[in-house]
């Protein structure tokens, strides 16, 4: 009992050390344990189950958009990853390799798929023949690995599970349509689930994906300031198509080359979702894809019918995803770990309450307390869920909007940078030397050109030349 | 339309050529295709739909058993693989070793898991402390590899995907209990969801897994009589508890090793789904499983109200998981294509249905064709659907019945399993020389020690000795 008084008790406050909280969070709240892999980590049940409910969400609106489902290889051959030369600089430098077998040396070494482009465009040379082919919409869930120094838990990860998606279509507008369809199934899904909103944009020639045309991104802001890149869309054009020699006959019988896309998201949302909602008390979960979304809580057990009373409102409860925790701990213990773990809802019933017909509904966002009768507590529940998944999104587009700043000045955006943390919109001349200045001398990265672009000023904030974009830049995980 | 129409007729007959009868199904029918990567398959979107199908009726089973899931990571370092001895000598000669990440050489190699025992031990070994952290139910799901010399698509890959169960318990009593719990969920979801009887029992000393003290089967019968290993579930007892540590205090506070179990069906199980119920003309879906249950097909698409009324039949049946097919590919292509790719259920309608307010109904499994008023089209298309199902179930238990072979004598024995293929069951005396010899001499390895058993005769049919156990033995993939 001391033990587990303890484990509750033991978080770092979240405005004291923002990365120390970060993993205390993922430890207590059980999403994560570390493993002997260095840079590896177990996914435990209470992480894994929020990625279920983040991967059935997302994969009815990928199906809901024509998409379909296949699985390829882990193993990319060395000189298939090489056929693309831009990809294959991006990520050789970043790839486990496989070079053994059983006893037997490998004639060519395999790596372990840091993405799947190559792979994907392999198998569409193989199957694309004529236009009735067209398009191909296909998603794979997977993990991957990316050689990385260092790492965090869903942040950066050596090997992390992710989806992407990989389609090829007859021609350039219906590749741009869907790498833009994509960025906002993202951007609705974040809003719509995670409860967290997200700035759209495209990514600047330096941040884009190895291989890509465009790359487009969502961005979203952490409650320390930071942004993170939470999900990306890559327009690819006929680049791979060509490499690959991926080409259908068009109705009139000639030989085209395809247009490409690629996207994806993975195990990081799950550090989005601590990083916007968490606090000191712990993970807060947006009801939507909470795995627990009712915690039933009996107060002084013991006493007669108070059990029986708790395990029935539970069971009227079952629509939702409900559990009674009548294990021998104290309320007070069992309060502060629900709340450690981000049920959105807590249901205290005691004899009192008994007495009165009636239970306390406790916000885990709020910490609100709502006395509800228990004629209507189905009602009540359901109401209660849907209104904080609304109310966290509102929070968290309230804190994004205040933290956005506009600055036209260079000195003023260095001053303001290390005063400050958010996302600060300046022009931008489109220069990459202006945004390596600005890296170096403001400490911020360009996160993206906004789709919903504001005039700032007419000239680029750090060379005065003429300005061509609005951009977001920010310190980013 | 030449193309297409060669494409549904070349296939080998399933008695001419058994295994190229398979490798046609499982091309033709767009379940998979071969990539360059040596072993490893494209599970392309016909095939993997299957597999999400297997895999939410298996995962709602191990969850309704109180399981949960968990992501482990996909390497395991050599140092934690050489923990369990016999473990290591099972797989190490099979594993694929990675021995640089990007261009640095790993001072340890990492093998890419060919199953996460020694993983989930380690994990177990920091999470289990108290009587009050057991037992620990989990699951994964996830691809393995092994290093396979002969591999064919579904049945021995060089990668494949499948769950694996891991649990540790207090007690011997409960690892065991268990172990055949499993056993029992895998042998009822080949029953229910894959239309597939299996026989249940338990693997001999030199069948057994790498680690095991006994390991449990479930093995089915294909239609070319040979036999499929279709799951397996292992009672580890406390081997692997010692060789990593994991101990928890019981209530008077003694230090106790957990007695541990494992179990894993894979993509194999699509496999059996081919050799049992499929024929001359493609695949053919078991309805609980398949990813499309009901294909409607226009007849005479041009005339007038028949495209309309075939989309009013489709949205009626939007309860199943239903398609209409309005390509413009001719009616009878269509057939064969949808029987190719083994729905169940083909509904007609053209012109004349339409006079008589019908549509005709047409089973894949027999053929059947029943005309049906539209009146009561969704009804007669569920109980349709059922009906295949349970006619499925009820042939492929016949076609096991009709080859089960009991024979007392070794030189009959040889004879028959040289004449016949199914299983035959005999008694053994339990030594390994036995089962060893008739392996040699009659072709045949043991299946399993069935847990029905029945007394053929009182001596090993080998070597004369008093016998033990009957045993099924069998020729197998």
């Known amino acids: 009992m001391a033990d587990q008084k303890k484990f509750v008790e033991e978080i770092t406050s979240r405005d004291v050390d923002f990365a120390k909280w970060y993993t205390d969070i993922v430890k207590k709240a059980e999403l994560i344990e570390y493993s002997s892999v260095k840079g590896c980590m177990v996914i435990r049940p ?50 486990a390799w496989v070079t053994h077998g059983g006893d037997q040396k490998l004639a060519e070494r395999l790596c372990v798929r840091p993405t799947s482009e190559t792979l994907f465009c392999e198998h569409y040379a193989n199957i694309i023949h004529s236009y009735r082919d067209l398009p191909k919409l296909y998603n794979q869930w997977c993990s991957v690995v990316r050689w990385e ?11 992390f599970l992710w989806q992407e998606g990989h389609t090829a279509h007859a021609t350039e507008e219906d590749a741009r349509e ?20 997200v700035i759209k944009g495209q990514k600047t020639e330096k941040e884009k994906f190895a291989g890509a045309v465009e790359t487009y991104t969502i961005e979203s802001l952490m409650h320390d300031g930071k942004a993170l890149q939470s999900g990306t869309t890559h327009y690819f054009g006929d680049g791979f198509a060509r490499a690959f020699g991926i080409r259908y006959s068009d109705k009139d ?18 550090g989005a979702i601590i990083m916007v909602h968490g606090d000191d008390s712990g993970l807060v979960l947006p009801p939507v894809i909470a795995p627990v979304q009712v915690v039933v809580i009996p107060v002084a057990m013991h006493k007669e019918g108070v059990l029986e009373k708790a395990r029935i409102v539970a069971s009227r409860l079952d629509g939702l ?10 309320p007070g213990w069992k309060f502060s770990e629900h709340e450690m773990k981000g049920v959105p809802l807590r249901i205290e019933i005691g004899p009192k309450d008994i007495e009165k017909n009636q239970a306390v509904l406790v916000r885990r966002d709020t910490r609100e307390k709502i006395f509800v009768s228990l004629e209507n507590i189905e009602t009540e529940a359901s109401r209660l869920l849907d209104k904080i998944q609304s109310d966290m999104l509102s929070r968290a587009k309230e804190m994004l909007l205040s933290h956005i700043y506009d600055v036209a000045d260079f000195e003023e955006l260095c001053r303001q940078s290390s005063e400050k943390a958010g996302f600060f ?53």
């Not at 750090?462 to 061509?468: D, I, N, R």
Request: net charge neutral.
């Open 253 to 270: 019988n000639n030989l085209q080359y395809v247009h490409q896309t690629s996207w994806g998201v993975s195990t990081r949302l799950i």
């Open 178 to 197: 869907e790498t833009i369809k994509m960025l906002n199934v993202y951007a609705d899904f974040c809003e719509e689930a995670l409860a967290i909103p």
């Open 149 to 159: 120094k260092t790492t965090r838990p869903f942040l950066r990860s050596l090997e």
């Open 321 to 330: 995803r409900t559990v009674l925790d009548d294990s021998d701990n104290s």
């Open 425 to 477: 919109r300046a022009m931008w001349c489109g220069d990459g030397r202006c945004e390596e200045k600005i890296k170096e001398e403001a400490g911020l990265s360009s996160r993206c050109i906004p789709f919903e672009q504001k005039q700032i000023s007419d000239k680029c904030i750090c060379c005065g030349a003429p300005a061509k974009k609005m951009v977001y830049w920010g310190k980013a995980y």
């Open 46 to 95: 209470a992480g894994y189950a929020i990625w279920e409910n983040i991967q059935k969400n997302l994969d009815a609106r990928f199906k809901a958009t024509g998409h379909q489902n296949v699985y390829m290889p882990m193993f990319i051959p060395e000189g298939l990853l090489q056929k693309e030369k831009d990809h294959v600089e991006g990520f050789a430098p970043e790839v």
